[in-house]
T-cell receptor, first 111, second 118 residues
């Protein structure tokens, strides 16, 4: 089982819809969780970080964490074509100082 | 500097050659990371520095790969006897490091160095 799993997609949504991106992780004692956005040919940029169970909202983005289910998600409300990118889930495992990334989910928002 | 700077942005080399990739982290960031990203994959961890020392080099694939950070700032990733399978984008990231707040592990990436081994 991979440490961080994401559906590779693509996930296609129409403009204005809610995009839901999901991630599961294998290490139960993982501490910190991050969502990075990566445009084609560019480097990853941080969108959200979440450290405790529940929801965390920042503008159109909401990160959700459920440690019991080892599940973290990213919701993008009012999706825009400019949101089209690959979204990488990253996890900091207990005892490690580095992040482990999933393969990423490609999101396509059509006008 | 204002961001993480990586040079060269593109490097084409022949199989068997030696390559150096340079990373200049955000000023004041004590933690520096090297990742490698192949097409369609997420970043794969290579090595992590805290200050001048390699705190975790468990991701280096073999002894052809080596990295240094002699003064705790700029880092160089060195690849000997390059192979076609080394072709990838090599990403450098930095973070404030240990002792900082919850942002200690928030990585800021550079633009990457695309390595092509012919």
């Amino acid at each position: 089982q991979k440490e961080v799993e994401q559906n590779s997609g693509p996930l296609s949504v129409p403009e204005g819809a809610i995009a839901s991106l999901n991630c599961t992780y294998s290490d139960r004692v993982s501490q910190s969780f991050f969502w990075y956005r990566q445009y084609s040919g560019k480097s990853p940029e941080l969108i959200m970080s979440i450290y405790s169970n529940g929801d965390k909202e920042d503008g159109r983005f909401t990160a959700q964490l459920n440690k019991a289910s080892q599940y973290v998600s990213l919701l993008i409300r009012d999706s825009q074509p400019s949101d089209s990118a690959t979204y990488l889930c990253a996890v900091k495992r207990s005892g490690y100082s580095t992040l482990t990334f999933g393969k990423g989910t490609m999101l396509l928002v059509s006008p | 500097g204002a961001g993480v700077s990586q040079t060269p942005s593109n490097k084409v080399t022949e199989k068997g050659k030696y390559v150096e990739l340079r990373c200049d982290p955000i000023s004041g960031h004590t933690a520096l990371y090297w990742y490698r990203q192949s097409l369609g994959q997420g970043p794969e961890f290579l090595i992590y520095f805290q200050g001048t020392g390699a705190a975790d080099d468990s991701g280096l694939p073999n002894d052809r790969f080596f990295a240094v950070r002699p003064e705790g700032s700029v880092s160089t990733l060195k690849i000997q006897r390059t192979e076609r399978g080394d072709s990838a984008v090599y990403l450098c990231a930095s973070s404030p490091g240990q002792g900082a707040s919850s942002g200690a592990n928030v990585l800021t990436f550079g633009a990457g160095s695309r390595l092509t081994v012919l």
